[in-house]
């Protein structure tokens, strides 16, 4: 696929607005030929951002990690955003204020010279777009998803939003093969993650989650999940879990910003327990709808 050939979605690229199909960056980006960056994936409901600060904050935490100093302030980049919101659902035809959209953010260390070490002094490449967000359909919010397991074959600083994402494409694709939706992934028979999700198990009406390390994206859902259950009344637990707790889960839910929150239902070709989407899991997605419609 040629440029030409890509949708006319809006974008942002170092202080201009154009089209994706128009915008432009060297072959010597360090994005390009490193993968030497950062990303961020903020969701859109309403034609506001939601969660934006958090997400935001992750943005700082990943460009620290990789010695970038953060380019712009954060309400630089929430003019950013809501300006591309707004031209997406122009170029669109759409209420901005009905279309579920997806604001992608990256930043790479910038154009250099060929070489390993990180260069310094040279300003960072910015881009960002925003495109229209699909989200489960009702069946399988209602029958719940497949999913296969994997070992965890990525590298050690997963808590880093990278755009070097080979390893999560390995990931998915092991899933994609076998026509299910995620690969829950394991180190050393522990639950880390999915290729593009957090991975909850509920037992006895406990949600539990693994501990934000290194070895894991902390999603922004993390936090949200925690508010929920506190709102809720429902016990709430990061630790260590078993490959064999998450086989003999009550509940097995994936979380991410495209996939809100949503319940596995079939792992490796058996059920998770009774095979149907639990309680738990209803009432934290209709907080979780609530939380979006909140000011």
């Not at 696929?1 to 128009?22: A, F, K, Q, T, V």
């Not at 777009?129 to 050690?156: I, Y």
């Not at 922004?220 to 998450?246: A, K």
């Not at 996939?259 to 327990?273: C, F, H």
Request: glycine share 8%; hydrophobic share 40%; proline share 5%.
């Amino acid at each position: 696929m040629n440029s030409h050939n890509l949708p006319d979605l809006p974008c942002y690229l170092n202080g201009e607005y154009s089209s994706i199909r128009d915008a432009k960056i060297s072959v010597m980006d360090r994005g390009f030929i490193f993968g030497d960056g950062v990303y961020e994936v903020i969701p859109v409901y309403g034609g506001k951002p939601f969660r934006m600060e958090q997400h935001l904050n992750r943005l700082g935490r990943s460009l620290k990690e990789l010695r970038i100093d953060n380019p712009l302030t954060s309400a630089q980049w929430a003019d950013i955003a809501h300006q591309l919101v707004s031209k997406y659902a122009q170029n669109v035809g759409d209420n901005p204020n009905e279309l579920a959209q997806l604001v992608y953010i990256q930043v790479t260390r910038g154009v250099a010279v060929r070489d390993h070490v990180m260069t310094q002094g040279v300003p960072p490449t910015i881009f960002v777009m925003s495109n229209a967000m699909k989200l489960p359909s009702v069946e399988q919010r209602a029958q719940g998803v497949t999913c296969v397991s994997a070992n965890d074959f990525r590298w050690e600083k997963a808590h880093i939003k990278s755009v070097s994402l080979l390893g999560a494409v390995f990931a998915r694709q092991i899933s994609a093969d076998v026509g299910a939706l995620e690969t829950v992934m394991f180190r050393n028979d522990y639950l880390s993650e999915a290729a593009a999700s957090n991975v909850w198990i509920v037992k006895g009406g406990k949600l539990i989650g693994v501990p934000k390390d290194n070895l894991v994206l902390e999603g922004i859902r993390f936090g949200l999940m925690e508010e929920l259950c506190q709102s809720l009344d429902i016990p709430f637990e990061l630790r260590r879990v078993t490959r064999e707790e998450v086989l003999s889960a009550d509940e097995l839910l994936l979380s991410s910003a495209t996939k809100e929150i949503l319940p596995v239902t079939r792992l490796d070709g058996k059920s998770i327990a009774d095979g149907k989407p639990g309680p738990v899991y209803a009432r934290l997605y209709a907080g979780y709808q609530q939380a979006k419609a909140a000011p």
